[in-house]
């Protein structure tokens, strides 16, 4: 059986903080894909970065839904529920 998001209600509309992992971009480091929080608008590394900056961001924050920001993709994960799906 899928497993359903229970934190949809929690998306904001937000703008992207930087056009790169903002926190990589602080220290001059590298990233593989970036992932955009839906709650705030902080755009970190992914999970393949070594810096895994977008895991970070929730495990700091609590806020549980990042989007691909990568071109190409609207796929949408939950941290909590450990769900993926897309947005329409």
Not at 10 to 37: M, S, Y
Not at 53 to 60: D, L, M, P
Request: hydrophobic share 30%; charged share 25%; net charge negative.
């Amino acid at each position: 059986m899928a497993k359903d998001c229970t934190h949809l209600d929690q998306i904001q509309e937000v703008t992207p903080f930087a056009n790169g992992c903002e926190d990589c971009l602080k220290t001059g480091d590298t990233w593989v894909h970036l992932r955009l929080c839906l709650i705030c608008g902080h755009v970190g590394c992914c999970d393949s970065s070594k810096n895994k900056h977008a895991t970070k961001h929730f495990h700091a924050t609590g806020h549980p839904l990042i989007q691909s920001h990568e071109p190409g993709e609207d796929w949408v994960w939950c941290y909590i529920d450990e769900v993926a799906m897309e947005l329409r």
